[in-house]
């Protein structure tokens, strides 16, 4: 099919550019005038990395949450995206105004444009769009209504946005405005202004709080208030008078007249704080400004840090896959900062800070590759990050690990903040309070549950843990004994992985301030995992609170001895101390052919009963599946072998296989960058396999140049020479003009503007 032109550009290209406009007949000549300022202060020859980005990789989930194409500016509080179960849906139900959650989702307030009487199907109905007329970048959004033949547009800020609806000439006009939780009040002020609150109640994620919300209307509507229960047909004559289905809480709606514009502006702020903290984030940001300049003010903003990584050569297909990873590495943390103050859910205050204040996060996922990454790219964003958890531990007496607006959710297990704070001190990272840090991963190391999905105070099962140096499992079949463990599966084979993880991490970061005493009583925990390790079966499993070993199918079971995934992946999640895995496995050979292995181990069973029982896993080759974070480093586990030409083979083959650039391009949970941030260190060719150690280990880079911008002015450099599909493998390789003898490079080498040279070839390099 022929391209559609406009001004001798075809709208693909238009698009591909970071354009704005819709491939529709109605589209307004003030669009075709905006002018990109971020283009017009580009220096010439600069590659417009923003191309590549396609929010719309991945929208098709393999087996559990999918992503979305969220708009929204790097870490802000705003961000959004249409309400729809996934790509495959062509209905929308409504466009909201903020997200707590980009995964399950969870939003916050709803807008939606009809045409005609409202009727009771206005707002329970969806509305239909063109998947082909859809414009999706990470500042701007455009989709038209192809049943209303109404044109959707919406760009963000900070704390809000604004709403831009093109309806056809002629025709009555109303903007629908409602709630997506429970229960919320709206109030009409002055005609065309609206201001809100909403409250939110999630059981299923453990989320309960306000959010407020204030807006205006563009022209002068005539605008009506519901409480949800009302037969809408009254307040349109003639109209239909259906049973109306509850809707949640008040509703508000403005109706404009035939010969009114066609073209309605909604403009909102939100807030965490209060409905007048709405009202001043929404006069000092959006009161004025127009569409076209906040829309390019967004994608400036995303130019910014998406420019801070430029790369050469590789595939389109690649670029377009690293660079929508790296966006995606935004959306978590959220700075819910407005004004100068912030609502903490972890005290219920109102708290007065110059500093940015950080939430929504998940330390299980994203201390991997998440935190890392942005530890060379804004160290001091990362610290303001590192010190929101600290500050969250002051304010509610815990240190969160899975934190959220409205809390710390109850998530997975572990205590993975330990790594983060540990991993950032060592990388030089001193803009947090880390002996507040130290004193809050002591009281979780001691007082706390460790039990999956539950948050509070330590049982039973916690003391056992500490005298014996291993979480006890139950027999198949054998009730559960310990109240507090009742409504979750104990995983206690995981558990014991896990933690010793964490007490490393809190022993050594006790040792870096000079407290031997607690150093010394931590880092013998940090080898518990050799408590649960089986040297006939070469796995970790089970034992009971006798000592005894529990007889199971390690390849076969999940959620009561592991977590997520099955025994076979969680024998590699000793990543503080894959030495000593190394030891237990009979050495270096045997380690090298157990990881093989894995690799080519069958499942036993078909695919679709495997996949009932571990959704998580999905992206399978043999055992391993690229689809979870526990599986995550397993690739690069061969630099710790004698034929680490395999790693190379295999993080090259993972990202061609599993990494597409289409709405299937994402093999699992993404998880708010926790997968992404893998993909963008794999295809840069380097990776941080030991949270908690400044050191990178190397694999074979997609490109044959990146260039890293950092903070200090300095640029880190890595060159592939030869790089290319076939010649993936690594022959040799400098470091600042010196010969690189092993495969690792130290974050003090990255962070001063190190040159890495690779040079690849066709075949291994088995020396």
């Not at 480093?633 to 061609?656: A, C, E, G, M």
């Amino acid at each position: 099919m022929k391209e559609e032109q406009k001004d001798g550009i075809s709208r693909r290209k238009f698009v591909q550019a970071g354009g704005m406009i819709a491939a529709t007949a109605i589209i307004p000549k003030e669009i075709n005038k905006a002018t990109d300022k971020a283009d017009e202060l580009a220096p010439k020859g600069e590659e417009d990395y923003l191309q590549y980005i396609d929010p719309l990789i991945g929208n098709i989930a393999p087996l559990l949450n999918t992503n979305r194409p969220v708009v929204h500016l790097p870490n802000q509080m705003v961000r959004t995206f249409p309400r729809r179960q996934d790509y495959t849906d062509d209905q929308i139900t409504g466009f909201p105004l903020l997200a707590l959650n980009i995964i399950t989702p969870q939003v916050i307030f709803s807008v939606k444009p009809a045409k005609g009487t409202i009727t009771d199907d206005a707002w329970n109905g969806r509305m239909t769009y063109d998947h082909d007329l859809e414009i999706t970048r990470p500042w701007y959004y455009s989709t038209i209504l192809i049943d209303e033949d109404i044109r959707v547009e919406h760009t963000v800020g900070k704390a809000g946005g604004i709403y831009r609806f093109h309806f056809p000439q002629g025709v009555k006009k109303n903007i629908l405005l409602n709630h997506c939780y429970e229960s919320g009040t709206f109030t009409i002020v002055d005609g065309n202004k609206v201001t809100g609150k909403e409250f939110v109640i999630d059981a299923i994620h453990q989320q309960k709080g306000n959010a407020y919300m204030y807006g205006i209307f563009s022209g002068k509507p005539v605008g009506g208030k519901s409480d949800g229960e009302k037969d809408w047909g009254k307040y349109n004559a003639g109209g239909p008078k259906p049973k109306p289905r509850t809707m949640n809480g008040e509703k508000v709606w403005m109706s404009y007249a035939e010969s009114d514009p066609s073209v309605i502006e909604f403009r909102f702020a939100v807030s965490f704080i209060s409905e007048e903290q709405a009202k001043k984030n929404y006069l000092g940001e959006f009161s004025s400004i127009p569409f076209d300049e906040l829309a390019n003010k967004g994608k400036a903003a995303w130019k910014k840090v998406i420019g801070q990584i430029k790369v050469e050569g590789g595939t389109i297909s690649q670029k377009r896959t690293f660079y929508t990873a790296l966006y995606r590495c935004y959306a978590r943390m959220m700075n819910i900062t407005e004004d100068g103050k912030y609502f903490s859910a972890y005290d219920g205050q109102v708290h007065e800070d110059k500093r940015p204040f950080y939430t929504d996060d998940y330390t299980w996922g994203n201390f991997i590759a998440l935190h890392p990454l942005r530890m060379i790219l804004d160290p001091v964003k990362a610290g303001d990050m590192v010190q929101a958890y600290v500050t969250m531990y002051q304010q509610s007496g815990w240190v969160p690990e899975y934190p959220k607006t409205f809390g710390d959710r109850e998530g997975m297990f572990g205590f993975h903040s330990s790594i983060l704070f540990l991993d950032a001190y060592r990388k030089g990272i001193r803009n947090f309070d880390v002996n507040k840090a130290l004193e809050g991963m002591i009281k979780s190391a001691e007082q706390a549950t460790m039990l999956p999905s539950r948050n509070g105070p330590k049982g039973a099962l916690e003391d056992f843990y500490y005298e014996h140096g291993y979480y006890p499992a139950l027999h198949p079949g054998e009730a559960e004994t310990d109240s507090s463990a009742r409504r979750s599966q104990r995983s206690a084979v995981a558990v014991t992985l896990i933690h010793s993880y964490d007490a490393w991490a809190l022993s050594e970061l006790a040792k870096e301030l000079g407290n031997a005493p607690v150093h010394a009583k931590y880092a013998p925990w940090a080898t518990n995992y050799k408590n649960l390790w089986n040297s006939d079966a070469q796995l970790f499993l089970p034992k009971d609170n006798k000592g005894n070993w529990i007889n199971i199918d390690p390849k076969a079971e999940g959620g009561a001895y592991y977590n997520e995934n099955n025994g076979l992946t969680y024998k590699w999640n000793v990543q503080h101390d894959i030495e000593g895995l190394i030891e237990l496995a009979g050495g270096k050979a045997q380690f090298e052919q157990q990881l093989d292995q894995f690799f080519r181990e069958g499942l036993e069973t078909n695919r679709a009963s495997f996949l009932a029982k571990f959704q998580d896993m999905t992206a399978l080759t043999g055992q391993f599946s690229m689809g979870n974070n526990c599986a995550f480093h397993i690739p690069y586990l061969f630099n710790y072998t004698n034929s680490p030409w395999k790693t190379q083979k295999w993080t090259r083959y993972v990202l061609d296989v599993w990494f597409k650039d289409n709405v299937l391009g994402v093999p699992g949970d993404e998880d708010g960058g926790s997968m992404s941030s893998v993909v963008v260190f794999s295809c840069m060719g380097f990776f941080p396999i030991k949270p908690g150690i400044p050191m990178y280990t190397i694999t074979s880079p997609v490109f044959s140049k990146v260039s890293i911008d950092l903070p200090n002015g300095k640029v880190f450099t890595l060159i592939a020479n030869g790089s290319s599909k076939t010649h993936k493998y690594i022959q040799s390789a400098k470091m600042n003009g010196k010969k690189l003898d092993t495969l690792w490079f130290s974050h003090h080498d990255l962070v001063n503007g190190g040159t890495l040279v690779l040079e690849m070839g066709e075949m291994p390099k088995k020396a």
